[in-house]
Structure formats: C-alpha cells, structure tokens
C-alpha cells in the first residue's frame, strides 16, 4: 500500500520535486513524500522572479523545524511567478503539496527535458525502492 | 532530508517507537525517535499542556560509592555538593583543568557514601575514563548505563498519571529531589522529579528486564490524562524553549560553563579544589570575549547552528542552537556573542545562507513554566 498521494499528470525528479506543464510553462513543488520526510515546513526560501534555473540546481530552500533542504528545479527556465503565499503560510507544502503549496512557475526553457523525469508510474515505483533502501 | 537508519544500538523502548510509527534516526549511535505520528510542533505542545512521555534510554548511568565517593566529586564537578541532602539531585559542569567541559551531569545523593550520577548518551565512556584518571582512596565507580532503561514523563499531567502507579504520595516530591527504590506499578525504579523541557516532570529510572513493563503501565494510566509520545525533535526544541545547554551546542571542550552563563552552577571559591577552578577564576576576572545570548528573529528566517552573528557589519559570534519555537510562535536561537558589543547593540543579525536577518536581544529562557 503506497501510503504516499502520488498525482498523475505530473512529472517527478528522483529529488522528489514535481512538475505541471501549462503550455510554455511549468509549475514546480516538493512531492508528498518528499513534505512527509521533513515534517513541519516553516520557512521557505523563494527564487527572485525573473531568475534563470536549470535543472538539477537548488532554486528554493525548504525549511522544517529539524531540516534544511533544497528543491532542485527540475528544468532549465526563468521563473515568471513566486507563490508568495508560502512566506506567511510555509506549511501549505505540507497540507496541499500538490495545490497551494506549489513553489514556483518557470518558461520552459528546453522541452525536450521533460522526458527525463518520471510519470506518476515510475516515480511510485521509485519512492517504494527508495523506502525499501531506508 | 532526514535519513533513516537501521544501524546502531536499540534501546529496550524500540519496538514501541516502532509500533507508535516513530521516525527513527541515529542519534550517537542510538536508534531513537526523532517524531512520531503527530509531528515534533505536536508533541512540544502535547508537553507543554498536557503530558509526554520519551525514551531517554541513552543516557548514561554512573554509581560513585566509598567513604570518599563525596571528596571525590568535589575534586572533579563544579558545583558544590557539601550540604547537599539525601535523595536530592544537583545539576554540575564536570570540567578539565582548563576550564573546558568533559559533561554536564545530574548528580543524585543516596547518602554520603553513595551517588548515582546522570550523564549525556555521547560522553558516557569519555566521562568514566576521565573519573577513572581521577579517582582516590575509597572510591568505586561503576558504569551502569546498559542496565538502566530510563523514561522521561513531562507536562502538567505528569504527576497525576505516574501518581496513578505508586503509593509514593508525588506532590511531596520537590522539583530536583528523588527516591532511590520506588515501585511504580510494581517494577522498582529510581523516580526523580526532574526533566530537560522546562516543565514539571520525572524521570523514571529502571532496569532494562523491567521496562516493558514501565512503558505499557505509564502508557495506560496516560491514557485517561492525554499522555502521547514524543521524540528528540520535540525534546531539543523543548529545552532551547527553556535555554537549557546541550553539550556540543553550548558547552564542549572549548566552551566554559561561564561562557554559557552557567556561573550558579561554577561554586568558584568552593574550599576543595576542583578540576579548572583556577582557569574558571582567572576566565572570570579577565573577562569573556564570547558569551551565551538569546537571540529572537525580527524577520522569518530559521536561525541554525553555525551561522555567523553580526552586529553591522562586524562578526560578533555564532549561533549555538535554533529553531522555531512552537510554544511562542516565534524563531530562536541561543548564540555565543561579544558582551561588549550585545550591551550597545540590542538588534543584531543572523546570517543565513549569506543573507542577513534582522534579530534582538533577549533574556533567557524564552519560556519559563507557571507555577
């Protein structure tokens, strides 16, 4: 039993970020299994709008009381929007990591990098080895 | 992200925090929980109003017996044990001769030829090296620490539930006072009125063959008083909450006890002499180029260990402990800073990932208990 809301139609990063395509764009969070790892989310660390981020390379810091983490941003782009609702409301990441607690929302830089992130299948598939491992 | 471990040794309370879907981590070398179901911001609460129970296997247990088992303390903790009383409890810096810290420990009069004493999990085989080096005369040291299962019950409630397991009347128990031999639901425990959160509380001490039977008795007569877990998260919190030191954070072997504002607990013209009265003296005469502050964020930001204090543009320290704090809504950090300069400044900064957070000055504890 996957004890873990995996979304379908989103893609994921082996760093637990997913990503929603939106035409030219993406919107970009942390997974649910990725908010339960660190618990209680209380600060988050946005990305300057207008910011170039490539894929792979921290470009938000997540904070829970015990932990610092990077989300990585999963394609090359340049951010066009912020949820700057996190800064007042952090733990939206935890309660809707898949809705008000998106991150932020980037042009699509490079398309054809969509195809090396998971579907909802193979990334299920991850998290349960990923488990098993810990 | 957190890491999840397998390695490492288990206390006797493991398969509990297994079957209270604990999130288990190392922490020196022990298999403990760092939360449970409810989230560490939870269990803080659940402390704070109401009651928590912890596993606190890990720390270690020393028996000093011997006609000189008191001089003997006296020559190695800093505070002052002369006029401690039977079954009290006094809390010590055990220091080296320069001043730096070995550990900081409880230490639990039985009478005047029999102590028990409380140390931190990561010091223990350090600690009964360093009383071994320094022991005379009559004295006999044993290290009880993988005989002992230790429980700590703490919160508003933790009296009425434990009250519930023995005939001990607890309300005459003063804070920092135990009892050697006490049956709590039938097993014989050390039960002493003490903690590490800033409430009231006690801490149960029994053998490792008895524990399961300990846990299930508190747990069920917890149940009626809203006793839940609480892991390591929860208690770090708890006691930054109550600016009480962790050794690593605020004291080690380059941090004094007088740098940590441990001076009630330094009896610097104590008549026998102990190890790193001369240095702590000296130290206190000269002054403290670093000393422990509180610090409070005026801006969103986690202040962490390590990160670089300024005042302007000039460094002035570090932080030794921070988080946020769920009992007061806010972020706090306990930090090593320059006196000189905290006393003309009262709003400073944290550095955090080299950017610059406004914060203030404030009196320690953050928290401090009704009573």
Redesign the interface.
Known sequence: MMKYNIVDGLMYTKKHEWSRQEGSSAVVGLSDY?QD????I??V?LPDVGAEVEAGQGAA?I?S?????DLYAPLDGSVIEINEEL??QPELINTDPYGAGWVFKIEIKDESQLGLLMDDKAYAIFVVEEEEE? | ??????EGKKTPFYDKHVALEGKIVDYSGWLLP??YQK???EEVHDTRRRAAIFDVSHMGEVSVKGGDAEEFLQKIIANDIYGLKDNAVIYSPVCYPDGGVVDDILIYRINREKFFLVVNAANTDKDFSWFQKNVFGDVRLENLSSEYAQIALQGPNSEKILQELTEEPLQQMKNYHFLPEVLVAAVKCIVSRTGYTGEDGFEIYCNNNDSSALWNAVWSAGQKHELNPAGL?ARD?LRLEAAMPLYGHELSREITPLQAGLDRFVALDKKVVFNGQEALRKQKEEGISRRLFGLEMLE???P?EGYPVKAGEQEIGWVSSG??S?TLDK?IAMGFLDPEVVNNNTEVSVMI?NRSYRARITKLPFYRRKK
């Open positions: 990725a790892k660190l618990g209680e209380v600060f660390e810091v904070e009381v015990k932990a610092v983490a800064l007042d810990n | 992200m957190l890491k999840l471990t397998t760092v939360q989230g560490l911001v998260g919190v969103r930001g986690v962490r988080s946020y769920p972020f990932r």
